[in-house]
């Protein structure tokens, strides 16, 4: 019925009967054929070594097991002995044809390689598979009975779910921080109103991250877009599963052991985020929607008259004609790059969204529609008509975004916006959303035509493409913004995505809700996006839906002042949501945070250069810096996964929700090493804390031995600091910091044309040593001196340097040298007393 097991023994059937039974009660889809069993253990089995693995043959049935890199296999598997066609939407073509040498570990029962630090096992009846180390401890192992199961085209992979396994991606899914004991669906769903146990919603990024520690962490990906799904344990105790309801077998297992050696080659398999512009580091404002081009400037005023730093407004569908993608409204936004004009001199971005559909407007000058249907740009239905679906604009048509020509089309109708001055693109709606259907999406059978390099043409329906859909729309505005203004950096913001979008656009996790809990659920959201290779992400700051209280909204932008995107928006017919709508006292408290995000910049933009040069994430897990905290049981009910790092250095112990602010109380367990207290800088002498912050404080440590760079508060991202950049250096083993810049929006930097250095610190009973290293890059910064800020030291007897300035606060233990730009290799002593 459904195994790939290789055995006639009752028992062994009745186990498979269970689990189709099984599978039938879990999984909603049409009535299906149930499969042929596979063959048993007397069919034909052959096995053939190829260069950099080895393909195994029982029957009919092919799978090819090969090796991409040391640490990376590749699994596929063909029922009818034939793999389809090696393309991917996620996985980059250069990854899938990397290879390394494997030596063969072939018996009579098993066949397998080995290549510099894996074994590969693959039993020849069962195609059971078995991931292990080079001394054998195993990483992943396939379920011992039904490895591979089958209803109809439905296929499921189980495997074995240690007892002390964690995992964790599949990007924003709701829940707390790790999968395991949860099943999810894997289907963009446009999700408003979703809350805290929603699933499907925005995002299919079938990415898992598991492990239990330091030398055990590994990643799954498995490379099919039609409708998926994930289980940890839900359905079965010890074994969780993935599987989709048609489309190839095809999924990859990425070895550590280091959890952020999995993102890496997560990375590898499908890239990198881009660099985005410095602006969109910046705080973000927008709302649904600010009704005219006079409001807009209004709001710009408010953040310029209040000393609020700022450097990005949105503009929602209001400024449309008729709610028309890539029109203004003649009578409330006239002058749309007069707007802009006024925005870039008052140091704003502008921001506008642009959803993927079309309205239909025939014989109206409305040239998206025109040229869209001149040039066979759009979807049709399954009976060759175009199709159309009821959207914001009323009767609509949609982009076949896997065409290439057709993105290309789609990415020029961005020219008249970024010749007004438009710095963003807000691609929304694009799961794909439809009104007026149960589905809130458009049928199956409509039908897309990949004509794509690197994929053979061929027409194909919803069921294989929707879940790309919202990530090509991405790509298509990305490349269209990069072929309209080549050396402008575009900011692309996605609601919908897949595997691998993280390549064109940031993302935010959707329609979420003015309350605590999501509040509470943003942080897990945000860290599993940032595990799933969306580095850069935010949530609709102070929630979309509903009005916030003065406290939630408060904390809500203290805490997400550490976020890698800031915005705060909000739903049509709420009221205003702008940062000082609460009156003066929280005004001030949130200035501050903002002001402190803008102080932390050069920290903030040195984590976005290591983002999209490593794939490590800004905002970060802890497990990801402290592999033994990976093992933790995250969703029990004293640990959600509440706090998170910003880069290595930052931990933000985020307030436990719920209550009343004045009743915040909680333990705090800091990580293994040395802690400082961010905002006095004095070292804490114990590892378990006691907090209670009160609404104007979050509890934020540094970790010992981080040096971070830092600058005066400015009012957006475009301004020159005042004074010397600053470096803060936290005392303690392994002591060290790197700092990046560039000119911020251009790509100079690909060429040569930025700041790159890294600095360490030894620290001795009678002194600290900082070194400087060589300078990269020929980018020359803003500043012409540096101020080296000790944290908790004692008082200094004198420092060996030229042309030094120095102060010490005794009140907070701080000493500062204050010295020339150090661009070349040298070392700076600080004596102590």
């Given at each position: 019925m459904i195994t790939a097991t290789a055995t006639t023994r009752p028992a062994?059937?009745?186990?498979?009967?269970?689990?189709?039974?099984?599978?039938?009660?879990?999984?909603?889809?049409?009535?299906?054929?149930?499969?042929?069993?596979?063959?048993?253990?007397?069919?034909?089995?052959?096995?053939?070594?190829?260069?950099?693995?080895?393909?195994?043959?029982?029957?009919?049935?092919?799978?090819?097991?090969?090796?991409?890199?040391?640490?990376?296999?590749?699994?596929?598997?063909?029922?009818?002995?034939?793999?389809?066609?090696?393309?991917?939407?996620?996985?980059?073509?250069?990854?899938?044809?990397?290879?390394?040498?494997?030596?063969?570990?072939?018996?009579?029962?098993?066949?397998?390689?080995?290549?510099?630090?894996?074994?590969?096992?693959?039993?020849?009846?069962?195609?059971?598979?078995?991931?292990?180390?080079?001394?054998?401890?195993?990483?992943?192992?396939d379920a011992p009975e039904a490895a591979l199961g089958f209803i109809g085209k439905q296929f499921t992979v189980r495997k074995l779910m240690p007892e002390s396994e964690r995992y964790f991606g599949l990007g924003d899914k709701t829940g707390g921080l790790d999968r395991r004991d949860h099943a999810f669906t894997l289907w963009n769903n446009d999700a408003y109103g979703f809350d805290t146990g929603s699933d499907p919603i925005y995002k299919s990024i079938p990415f898992v991250m598991a492990g239990s520690g330091a030398t055990s962490s590994y990643g799954i990906l498995m490379d099919n877009t039609f409708r998926s799904h994930f289980d940890f344990g839900k359905a079965e105790r010890d074994v969780y599963s993935f599987g989709a309801e048609q489309g190839p077998i095809d999924y990859y297992i990425l070895y550590g052991p280091h959890p952020k050696a999995v993102l890496e080659g997560y990375a590898f398999l499908t890239g990198t985020p881009p660099l985005p512009p410095r602006w969109a580091l910046g705080f973000?404002?927008?709302?649904?929607?600010?009704?005219?081009?006079?409001?807009?400037?209004?709001?710009?005023?408010?953040?310029?008259?209040?000393?609020?730093?700022a450097d990005a407004i949105f503009m929602d569908i209001d400024y449309q004609d008729r709610n028309r993608p890539f029109t203004t409204n003649p009578k409330t936004f006239p002058d749309l790059k007069g707007l802009m004009t006024d925005l870039r001199t008052e140091g704003f971005h502008a921001v506008t969204i642009v959803d993927m559909h079309v309205a239909a407007a025939a014989h109206q000058g409305y040239a998206p529609y025109d040229s869209g249907l001149a040039g066979d740009h759009l979807l049709h239905n399954n009976e060759g008509a175009v199709y159309v679906g009821k959207v914001w604009p009323g009767d609509a048509v949609f982009p076949d975004f896997t065409r290439a020509k057709s993105r290309a089309w789609f990415g020029g109708l961005y020219k008249d916006f970024m010749a007004a001055g438009v710095s963003g693109i807000w691609n929304d709606m694009n799961e794909p959303a439809i009104f007026e259907r149960l589905d809130k999406t458009m049928p199956l059978t409509v039908q897309s035509r990949i004509d794509e390099p690197g994929f053979a043409p061929r027409t194909a329906t919803q069921a294989e493409v929707h879940n790309i859909y919202g990530m090509q729309n991405t790509r298509a505005t990305y490349e269209g913004l990069r072929a309209l203004d080549p050396n402008e950096r575009p900011y692309v913001l996605t609601r919908a995505s897949y595997a691998g979008g993280h390549r064109y656009a940031a993302t935010w996790t959707g329609d979420n809700q003015s309350t605590w809990e999501h509040l509470k659920l943003a942080t897990p959201q945000l860290l599993n996006l940032g595990m799933s290779g969306f580095a850069y992400s935010g949530v609709d700051i102070g929630g979309y839906s509903g009005m916030p209280s003065p406290d939630l909204f408060t904390r809500w932008i203290q805490?997400?002042?550490?976020?890698?995107?800031?915005?705060?928006?909000?739903?049509?017919?709420?009221?205003?949501?702008?940062?000082?709508?609460?009156?003066?006292?929280?005004?001030?408290?949130?200035?501050?945070?903002?002001?402190?995000?803008?102080?932390?910049?050069?920290?903030?933009?040195?984590?976005?250069?290591?983002?999209?040069?490593?794939?490590?994430?800004?905002?970060?897990?802890?497990?990801?810096?402290?592999?033994?905290?990976?093992?933790?049981?995250?969703?029990?009910?004293?640990?959600?996964?509440?706090?998170?790092?910003?880069?290595?250095?930052?931990?933000?112990?985020?307030?436990?929700?719920?209550?009343?602010?004045?009743?915040?109380?909680?333990?705090?367990?800091?990580?293994?090493?040395?802690?400082?207290?961010?905002?006095?800088?004095?070292?804490?002498?114990?590892?378990?804390?006691?907090?209670?912050?009160?609404?104007?404080?979050?509890?934020?440590?540094?970790?010992?031995?981080?040096?971070?760079?830092?600058?005066?508060?400015?009012?957006?991202?475009?301004?020159?600091?005042?004074?010397?950049?600053?470096?803060?250096?936290?005392?303690?083993?392994?002591?060290?910091?790197?700092?990046?810049?560039?000119?911020?929006?251009?790509?100079?930097?690909?060429?040569?044309?930025?700041?790159?250095?890294?600095?360490?610190?030894?620290?001795?009973?009678?002194?600290?040593t900082v070194h400087f290293n060589q300078r990269e890059g020929s980018f020359k910064p803003w500043w012409t001196k540096m101020a080296l800020i000790f944290h908790d030291v004692a008082p200094v007897v004198g420092a060996t340097s030229d042309s030094a300035r120095t102060s010490y606060d005794q009140s907070r233990r701080t000493y500062t040298l204050t010295i020339p730009d150090q661009a070349n290799a040298k070392s700076i002593v600080v004596p102590l007393r």
């Open positions: 062994k059937r009745l186990g498979i009967l269970a689990l189709g039974l099984l599978l039938l009660s879990t999984t909603v889809l049409p009535s299906a054929a149930i499969s042929a069993p596979l063959p048993t253990a007397e069919a034909a089995s052959s096995v053939t070594a190829l260069a950099n693995g080895v393909d195994v043959r029982v029957g009919a049935q092919l799978m090819r097991v090969t090796a991409l890199r040391d640490d990376i296999i590749r699994i596929r598997f063909a029922r009818d002995g034939v793999l389809p066609e090696d393309a991917s939407w996620a996985v980059l073509a250069d990854a899938r044809k990397s290879a390394v040498p494997t030596s063969s570990l072939t018996t009579d029962g098993l066949a397998g390689f080995a290549t510099s630090r894996l074994r590969v096992t693959i039993d020849r009846a069962s195609f059971r598979v078995v991931v292990a180390d080079k001394a054998g401890k195993v990483i992943s192992a973000q404002q927008s709302r649904y929607s600010y009704m005219s081009a006079d409001r807009v400037r209004e709001i710009a005023q408010g953040f310029r008259s209040r000393k609020i730093p805490v997400h002042a550490f976020a890698p995107l800031m915005r705060a928006h909000s739903e049509s017919g709420m009221p205003d949501k702008e940062v000082w709508v609460h009156g003066d006292f929280h005004t001030a408290i949130r200035k501050h945070f903002i002001e402190e995000r803008y102080r932390l910049m050069p920290y903030l933009y040195t984590l976005a250069d290591e983002a999209a040069r490593s794939g490590i994430p800004m905002m970060r897990a802890e497990f990801l810096e402290f592999p033994e905290l990976m093992g933790r049981a995250f969703n029990s009910p004293s640990d959600k996964g509440d706090n998170f790092m910003l880069g290595a250095a930052l931990l933000v112990a985020t307030p436990q929700m719920g209550g009343s602010v004045s009743e915040y109380r909680y333990d705090l367990e800091l990580p293994a090493g040395g802690w400082y207290d961010y905002w006095s800088g004095l070292k804490l002498d114990k590892k378990t804390l006691s907090l209670r912050p009160t609404i104007s404080e979050l509890p934020v440590f540094v970790r010992a031995g981080a040096i971070i760079p830092k600058q005066a508060v400015i009012q957006n991202t475009g301004e020159t600091p005042e004074g010397p950049l600053e470096l803060h250096v936290y005392p303690g083993a392994d002591c060290h910091g790197t700092l990046y810049l560039d000119d911020g929006h251009s790509y100079a930097f690909q060429h040569g044309d930025y700041l790159r250095q890294t600095f360490s610190c030894a620290v001795q009973s009678t002194q600290i």
